[in-house]
């Protein structure tokens, strides 16, 4: 079990990312790519991304074991930045000193690949040939499994913060906690989720940076070292035919069915996300109007809905607010 331990600094200094973190969503995807897990969630996808695998991966299979520790510089604090070419440029310009740690604590890990390969010796000498080959490995990977489906990926993160930032308007710091149940139970001042071995860590007034994960799976992870910046990854929820729908094949996305100021209205009135109970009482239109367009948005690739409680909570898409700016205000 993880135990986050909170004093009154802390709850004052915890924060939702904004956005998927590049460098969690690389090592997330590559250990869900590897494994058999989740198959209603990943598997059409894994069947999309696996033919792409070339050589530029084995060295992420090295580093990368699909349970147990994976060095803690891949996934460095990236301060905000979520542009993938800083945060590979970070990973790449890890102190000596740290790249031999983690790997010497990796080398010990008794999940790691068997034996240790060459080039992660090199790495941990920070030798630029291995540290050039690591950043083809990081690029190789987001250009296989996730540019094809960034589309889905920041979608569903988005949706997921929409909740979140309910959460905190409803319930402050609090409800924000609460409302991660029953991946994170929040039993002031802790904070538990259930993680592979027993784990304390003591904010000591650093704050908590939740970081949300497309790929992530089951459970949160958090990075080994206690000295760095705390972040705890957590799974989203997600919709069902993601995949197929970012490669193309998820039915016709025709704005022609699009035409009428409901939708146009409904689209306005969800880039902050709302419920299909809040939507009818602002449009003044029944609860079964609203889901029956609401299907024909997200259909068509301009909202996604997510299920909270006893609520559907639906948020616009990047598709969604590009067309609106199209599309003229109702009134």
């Avoid at 972040?231 to 970012?246: D, K, M, R």
Wanted: glycine share 8%; hydrophobic share 45%; net charge positive.
């Amino acid at each position: 079990m993880l135990r986050v331990h909170f004093t009154a600094d802390d709850l004052a200094r915890v924060r939702v990312a904004a956005a998927p973190d590049p460098l969690w969503e690389i090592t997330n995807s590559f250990q869900a790519l590897i494994s058999k897990d989740a198959p209603l969630l990943f598997g059409q996808w894994r069947t999309l991304v696996r033919p792409r695998m070339g050589r530029a991966h084995s060295l992420l299979a090295a580093l990368l074991p699909p349970r147990g520790y994976s060095p803690d510089f891949l996934t460095p604090d990236l301060q905000g930045s979520f542009d993938l070419a800083t945060a590979i440029e970070t990973v790449l310009g890890t102190p000596r000193l740290r790249l031999r740690r983690d790997l010497a604590l990796f080398a010990a890990s008794a999940h790691r690949a068997q034996p240790m390969p060459s080039l992660t010796r090199a790495l941990a000498e920070g030798e630029p040939a291995a540290l050039r080959r690591l950043g083809s490995a990081l690029q190789a990977q987001h250009h296989s499994a996730l540019a094809p489906f960034w589309g889905q990926i920041r979608t569903q993160v988005d949706a997921d913060r929409a909740i979140r930032a309910r959460s905190v308007l409803d319930g402050g710091t609090d409800g924000l906690l609460e409302g991660f149940r029953p991946v994170l139970r929040w039993h002031p001042p802790v904070l538990e989720a259930d993680y592979p071995v027993q784990r304390n860590v003591y904010l000591r007034g650093r704050g908590l940076l939740l970081q949300p994960s497309f790929f992530c799976l089951r459970r949160p992870v958090t990075v080994a070292d206690d000295t760095l910046t705390p972040v705890l990854v957590y799974p989203i929820q997600h919709t069902l035919g993601w995949a197929l729908e970012s490669a193309g094949t998820g039915g016709d996305p025709s704005l022609g069915a699009l035409i009428g100021r409901t939708r146009a209205a409904i689209l306005e009135n969800v880039v902050m996300g709302a419920t299909t109970s809040e939507l009818a009482l602002r449009l003044g239109v029944s609860g079964a109007a609203v889901s029956q367009h609401t299907a024909v948005l997200r259909h068509a690739g301009l909202l996604v809905s997510m299920r909270r409680g006893r609520h559907v909570l639906h948020t616009s898409t990047p598709t969604g607010l590009a067309l609106l700016e199209g599309v003229p205000p109702s009134v």
